[in-house]
C-alpha cells in the first residue's frame, strides 16, 4: 500500500491508499525540516500519528511532499526520520511541496504553480519537473501574500495602533494579545510562521471591510508583482494555487489575477486527495 504526504509549516495531511475502498488518511503538525530537526519529525509522527504508525506493516512506500525540502539536506532529514518511523516500508521519496502542486494541479500539463497557505513560492512546471525561481525566502524576507504575511501585518497594525478602532477591539476580544506575548512567540519560540499565520483567520471574520479588503489587495499585489510577474511568459500559461489562503480569499485573489492578465487555473484548499491519485496512477 502506498502511504502520500502533503505537508506546510503548520499541518501534514496524511493519505493511505486502501484498495477496494476510501482511502484513510490522517493529520499531524506541519513537518518542515528548516524548523524541525530529524528528532523534532521523528516524535510529532510518533505522539499524532500512532494510528497511522499502527499501519506500518501495510505500507510499502510512500511518497512525502513537504515545505522545506528543495535541496538535498533537507530532504534527507525528513526521509532518515520517515525510514526511523516506518521501518518496515521499502521505499521513501521526499520531494517539495512545490513539485507536490504541481502534479495535484498541472498533472502533466505545462503552467505556473503557487503555494498560499502559511508560507508562499511558486514554481514553473513543464510537465516532468519545476523549475524554481528566486523567491520563496520564507517568513522574515518574503512569503508574500501568505497567512504569515497577513498574521504578521495585522499583528503589527494592532500594536501599533493603525487598525480602526472598531476592527482594533474585535482583534483584542479574539486574542487577548500585548507585545510581551508578540515578542516571546515570534522571537523566543519555534515555529514563528505558523503563530504568526494563525491570525490571518481574523481576515475572514472582517472581510467585507474596507480595512480586510486593502490588506488582501495588498498582499495578494506583492505576491503578483514578486513571485508571478517574474516569469517572462507568465499571462502565456494557467497560474494554479494551492493551500489555505488562496482557497479562503479565492474571490479577491481571482479578481486581481484577471486585473493582471494573469489565467487562473485550479484553486485547491490542499493537494493530498489529487496527489494520491497522481502517484498510483503514475506509480505502475
Known amino acids: 500500500?502506498?502511504?502520500?504526504?502533503?505537508?506546510?509549516?503548520?499541518?501534514t495531511d496524511w493519505l493511505l491508499e486502501n484498495p477496494g475502498g476510501e482511502a484513510e488518511e490522517f493529520k499531524t503538525d506541519g513537518l518542515n525540516p528548516y524548523f524541525l530537526t530529524e528528532k523534532d519529525i521523528v516524535k510529532i509522527i510518533q505522539s499524532q500519528g500512532q494510528e497511522l504508525i499502527k499501519r506500518n506493516y501495510k505500507i510499502s512506500e510512500i511518497f512525502f511532499f513537504g515545505a522545506g525540502c528543495s535541496n538535498p539536506d533537507r530532504r534527507e532529514i525528513i526521509s532518515n526520520a520517515l525510514s526511523q518511523v516506518f521501518?518496515?516500508?521499502?521505499y521513501v521519496s521526499v520531494d517539495s511541496d512545490l513539485l507536490g502542486s504541481a502534479y495535484a494541479t498541472c498533472g502533466h500539463e505545462k503552467g505556473l504553480c503557487c503555494v498560499l497557505g502559511t508560507g508562499s513560492n511558486i514554481s514553473f512546471f513543464n510537465g516532468e519537473d519545476i523549475f524554481e525561481g528566486k523567491q520563496g525566502l520564507g517568513f522574515v524576507l518574503g512569503d508574500e501574500g501568505s497567512g504569515s504575511w497577513f498574521g504578521k501585518a495585522l499583528v503589527r497594525d494592532f500594536l501599533y495602533g493603525n487598525m480602526p478602532p472598531d476592527i482594533a477591539r474585535a482583534f483584542n476580544e479574539r486574542y487577548h494579545i500585548d507585545k510581551e506575548t508578540i515578542i516571546k512567540n515570534?522571537?523566543?519560540?519555534?515555529?514563528?510562521?505558523?503563530y504568526l499565520a494563525a491570525f490571518a483567520r481574523f481576515l475572514n471574520e472582517v472581510r467585507t471591510s474596507d480595512y480586510a479588503q486593502q490588506m488582501l489587495k495588498k498582499g495578494f499585489l506583492e505576491f503578483i508583482d514578486t513571485n508571478i510577474k517574474t516569469y517572462p511568459d507568465y499571462n502565456k500559461y494557467k497560474c494554479h494555487f494551492v493551500g489555505s489562503i488562496a482557497?479562503?480569499?479565492?474571490?479577491?485573489?481571482?479578481?486581481?489575477?484577471?486585473?493582471?492578465g494573469i489565467h487562473v487555473g485550479k484553486i485547491i484548499k490542499k493537494p493530498i486527495n489529487e496527489l494520491l491519485e497522481f502517484v498510483l496512477k503514475n506509480n505502475q
Open 87 to 90: 521501518p518496515k516500508t521499502s
Open 186 to 194: 515570534v522571537y523566543q519560540r519555534p515555529r514563528a510562521n505558523s
Open 247 to 260: 482557497y479562503q480569499f479565492s474571490d479577491e485573489l481571482k479578481a486581481l489575477c484577471k486585473e493582471n
Open 1 to 11: 500500500m502506498i502511504l502520500v504526504a502533503d505537508s506546510g509549516s503548520s499541518k
